[in-house]
Nanobody
Framework: QVQLVESGGGLVQAGGSLRLSCAAS????????MGWFRQAPGSEREFVAA????????YYTDSVKGRFTISRDNAKNTGYLQMNSLKPEDTAIYYC?????????????????????WGQGTQVTVSS
């Protein structure tokens, strides 16, 4: 059973940066696409970013393009989300997830139902 554990969340002022990590255990991580989602209070879970395998093709939602960077270290079974120029509207619980296959199309990446393993989430709060 694959387990994903996020870390790196916290409280930061607007304009600041955070780096989220997603450590995988109990199963293969490197041969699957992985994604980051977020959920703010009262809102649905929304797609943030995804990265495929083996070419590390990346996808981002428009609101984070140019500010967030998704990456992965397959040797460490860990994924990352570098978040710069944070805004109060980025406040949410951030979740990492493993996609059902090695790569996701632009449309496939965006759908949470296409991911079959999820972490417990890490809180990111951006103050104005």
């Amino acid at each position: 059973q694959v387990q994903l554990v996020e870390s790196g969340g916290g409280l930061v002022q607007a304009g600041g940066s955070l780096r989220l990590s997603c450590a995988a255990s109990g199963g293969t991580f490197s041969m699957y696409a992985m994604g980051w989602f977020r959920q703010a209070p009262g809102s649905e879970r929304e797609f943030v970013a995804a990265i495929g395998w083996p070419f590390d093709t990346t996808y981002y939602t428009d609101s984070v393009k140019g500010r967030f960077t998704i990456s992965r270290d397959n040797a460490k079974n860990t994924g990352y989300l570098q978040m710069n120029s944070l805004k109060p509207e980025d406040t949410a619980i951030y979740y990492c997830a493993r996609f059902r296959g090695p790569n996701c199309s632009a449309s496939g990446c965006y759908a949470p139902q296409n991911y079959n393993y999820w972490g417990q989430g890490t809180q990111v709060t951006v103050s104005s």
